[in-house]
């Protein structure tokens, strides 16, 4: 593609995960053009572009660029390239702009009459497609593509779509062949995917996690339910099994993960619309790297990460004390305080006060409460006390913080 504007498309669509080539216009086409679904169906219906129902015989004399949706709801940009010898078209896709679900698939079955033995072969090939927003994320860059192709004011962008009819004979046959060589990459890629991000949230790595979960071979997950908005949600618990997973490989204990997995199962249930999810799911995974930072304990000999886990799990108890610690663990009391500072770099206590703080942080910005029934949540009853060490620790009494968090 020795183009550079062509080029240059062609990098971010590789960044989309979204398929892309260039063809000519009057040639049969691949079968790979639309990632073997035709030839998954024993389809021969398009045998070329200019067979696209519609499609204005002006193509290229007039730089039209469109978006095509074929009958089995598959979407594709369509560009002609000015300056070649032949008609040669850049044609990306195949991409979905919705999610699939197993309700959908099987309406678009019975309009076009396909036997249902493919329901599992087509299931699995929309899985694999990138889900992209044409409006907000393809519409303005083939604008711009044809600012700099034929120049501004040159082109037009034109909208195509099949109707949805039956009119081949699909081989039942064929669907033995349940999942295209396509979808098996797209497979393995995604399980690749999912690993680097367990490995981010296990390294607490927000960035990377976020970097992950936006992948569209990630999000291509098989969505079996009767709505999209109840498939997003399945997609949303899967998400948080993961990330569950990669705090536990980095060594945050289960019962931690167990409690902030519940308050995410809520938010992803209360989920009301599609628009929410992006949200949720960037908020899972910051929450889930913040705990892999505050509570991991990966890195300490087993006594030290029993010490750490205890005090965790015992927080709001006033008498949380050095001694009832080693008492509990059946250790010598100056070994212990002295091993825990070796490997912490804080004192026992110290690192209690920083703990608690930071739980009257969390119920602070989470809860409308009055500072005493925070102080006593954390385990310090004495609220002039609990007030110095918060002061000490965050440079503003309880009170002070709360008013700004609600300014």
Do not use: W
């Not at 200019?50 to 499609?55: A, E, Q």
């Amino acid at each position: 593609m020795n183009n550079p504007i062509l080029k240059l498309a062609s990098d971010y669509f590789v960044r989309l995960n979204l398929h892309h080539m260039l063809i000519d216009f009057r040639q049969p086409l691949d079968s790979d053009v639309d990632l073997g679904l035709r030839c998954l169906l024993s389809d021969k219906t398009v045998e070329s572009i200019s067979d696209f129902k519609n499609l204005d015989e002006a193509f290229f004399e007039q730089n039209l660029i469109y978006f095509c949706v074929d009958r089995y709801r598959c979407h594709y940009l369509l560009m002609p390239v000015p300056g070649q010898e032949t008609p040669i078209v850049f044609l990306a896709g195949p991409f979905l702009t919705s999610p699939p679900n197993t309700a959908s698939i099987q309406t678009l079955m019975r309009h076009l009459a396909i036997p249902p033995s493919f329901l599992t072969a087509l299931s699995q090939y929309y899985s694999t497609l990138p889900m992209l927003s044409q409006e907000n994320i393809l519409e303005p860059f083939a604008a711009s593509l044809g600012d700099s192709l034929y120049g501004p004011g040159q082109f037009s962008i034109r909208y195509l779509s099949q109707r949805i009819e039956a009119d081949t004979n699909f081989d039942p046959s064929a669907s033995s062949v349940e999942i295209t060589d396509n979808s098996v990459r797209e497979l393995e890629r995604r399980y690749e995917i999912e690993e680097k991000m367990m490995n981010c949230i296990a390294h607490g790595d927000i960035d990377g996690a976020l970097r992950c979960t936006n992948d569209s071979a990630f999000s291509s997950l098989d969505n079996r339910a009767a709505s999209a908005l109840r498939s997003r949600k399945n997609y949303m618990i899967i998400l948080n099994t993961l990330c569950r997973k990669g705090a536990q490989r980095g060594g945050v204990h289960p019962v931690y993960l167990d409690e902030l997995s519940r308050r995410i199962a809520l938010s992803i249930e209360n989920m009301t619309s599609l628009d929410e999810d992006k949200d949720v799911s960037r908020d899972m995974v910051r929450r889930y790297c913040m705990l892999v930072r505050s509570s991991s304990t990966e890195n300490y000999t087993p006594i030290i990460a029993d010490v750490i886990n205890y005090i965790h799990q015992h927080l709001s108890e006033p008498d949380l004390t050095l001694a009832r610690i080693a008492a509990q663990l059946k250790v010598n009391r100056t070994y212990l305080s002295s091993l825990f500072s070796k490997e912490t770099g804080t004192t026992l206590t110290a690192f209690i006060n920083s703990r608690r703080i930071d739980q009257a942080i969390f119920l602070l910005n989470s809860q409308n409460l009055p500072v005493q029934i925070v102080a006593d949540a954390c385990g310090i009853p004495d609220v002039t006390y609990f007030t110095r060490i918060f002061k000490k620790e965050k440079s503003m009494t309880p009170s002070a913080y709360k008013k700004m968090i609600r300014s």
